[in-house]
Each structure stands twice: as C-alpha cells, then as structure tokens.
C-alpha cells in the first residue's frame, strides 16, 4: 500500500507540474489568460502539496484532482469567481522570465517595434534561433525581404535542423523571384520534415509559375492526401497556368 501511495503521488505531482508548465507556455506565447484553467491548476497543486502536509494517503488524489478540475470550469460563476485571484498570483509564479516585449509588439501588429526589441536583444548578446527567426517574420511582415532572408540564414546558421526557417526563407525568394533559390531551400525543409504541408504546397506553386506542371502535378498529389487546403490553392494554380 506504501508503494501504491508513493506512486499516486508522484503521479500527482508530475500532473500538476505539466500543468504550471502549460501555464508558462500560453504566457510565453502570449495567449490570454484562462481563468478556469488557473484555478485547476492551483486546485491540483494544493491537492498534491496537502497529501504529505496533513499526512494524508495519496488515495484522496483520486477525488482531490478530478473535483479541481470540476471547481475550475465552475468558477465561472459567483462566488466562486473569487478563485481567480488566488489562482492568477499561482499563473504568476509560472509567469517569471516568460516576458518577451518583442512577441507581445509582433503579436500586436507594430512589427516595427518588434525588429526594433530583436535588434537590441541580438545586440545585448541574447541572441538564439527563436529571436533571429520571429525578427525575420516581422521584417517580412513590413516588406524588407532582404533583411527577412538575411535573418532566417541566420536561423539556419545557429540551427540547421528548422524546416520552419528554411520554408520561410523560400517564401522569401519566391517573392523576389529567384526561384532557384526558392526551390531548393522548400526542398530542404522537406528533407529535414517531409510532411511539412506548407513547404510542399509552396514548392508546387513555384513549379507551377515558372511552367514545370509536371512537378508541380507531383507535389499536388502527394498533398492531396495530406492536406486539401494547400492542395486546393497548388491545383487553382496549375489549372490557371494550363489555361
């Protein structure tokens, strides 16, 4: 019984862990705040942390977690809305070092002080593939695609493994028109993720341009088993380059 209730706890512990965790993640990417799930989350952590406080057995876990989780989606109403407060200074304990003024300005549409609160962390030496790539979208988003192509190499350099930064850096030289250099660099975001449906219906649509429907008609079938919204806009293309 010993090892059973050992056992329950951990378990316990590891479940309301993930869920500070994930309360750390939505802050990090700048999500709004969940009440409901910040007061599953504290339940659960005040159910774990009370087993060994009043020396309790484990066993109580398995009404303590489920009913955290019912008294979170109650919350919604009176009083028991009065549980945010407490649970918002818990979400805050996971918040610490989440704060990235760069994301919440991308996020908000002033891309330019965005690049401006990259520039100044790659500058600071907190440089990191995340930074160089968002930087890269927001200087794509005000149309310096050369600063934007620049960035993602930059990605690439620290990380070799981003199909993400080498997809964006082919949307990059698609809009300038160098469609080699488009071509390959979807090609390698597809030998690093192969199912990596964007860079596939990108490729197809570079094919489809410059008049190579027979690629063009190889990366639409392979999408349209996988993904028939990309497929869709990839066949759009090749029917209009037909005609």
């Not at 002080?113 to 030496?125: D, G, H, T, V």
């Amino acid at each position: 019984m010993q090892i059973i209730n050992i056992i329950l706890w951990i378990a316990g512990l590891l479940w309301a862990v993930n869920h500070g965790v994930l309360i750390r993640q939505k802050a990090k990417n700048e999500q709004a705040t969940e009440h409901t799930f910040e007061v599953h989350a504290m339940l659960a952590a005040i159910s774990v942390a009370s087993i060994p406080v009043l020396s309790l057995s484990s066993l109580h876990l398995l009404w303590m977690l489920p009913s955290s989780f019912i008294l979170g989606l109650a919350s919604v109403v009176w009083p028991l809305k009065l549980l945010w407060i407490p649970a918002s200074m818990y979400g805050s304990l996971w918040y610490i070092g989440t704060r990235d003024p760069a994301r919440a300005f991308y996020l908000a549409g002033d891309y330019a002080k965005a690049i401006e609160c990259y520039e100044q962390s790659i500058l600071a030496r907190r440089d990191s593939a995340e930074a160089r790539f968002r930087l890269g979208l927001a200087y794509d988003k005000v149309g310096n695609t050369p600063k934007a192509i620049e960035s993602f190499h930059g990605v690439i350099k620290m990380k070799p493994s981003s199909s993400e930064a080498y997809c964006n850096l082919g949307m990059c030289y698609k809009d300038i028109g160098n469609y080699a250099m488009a071509i390959d660099s979807f090609r390698e975001a597809l030998r690093i993720k192969p199912d990596y449906a964007k860079a596939r219906g990108n490729l197809g649509l570079v094919y489809a341009h410059i008049g190579d429907i027979a690629n063009a008609l190889k990366e639409y079938q392979v999408l349209r088993t996988s993904n028939e919204v990309h497929a869709a806009a990839l066949y759009s293309a090749i029917t209009a380059k037909k005609g």
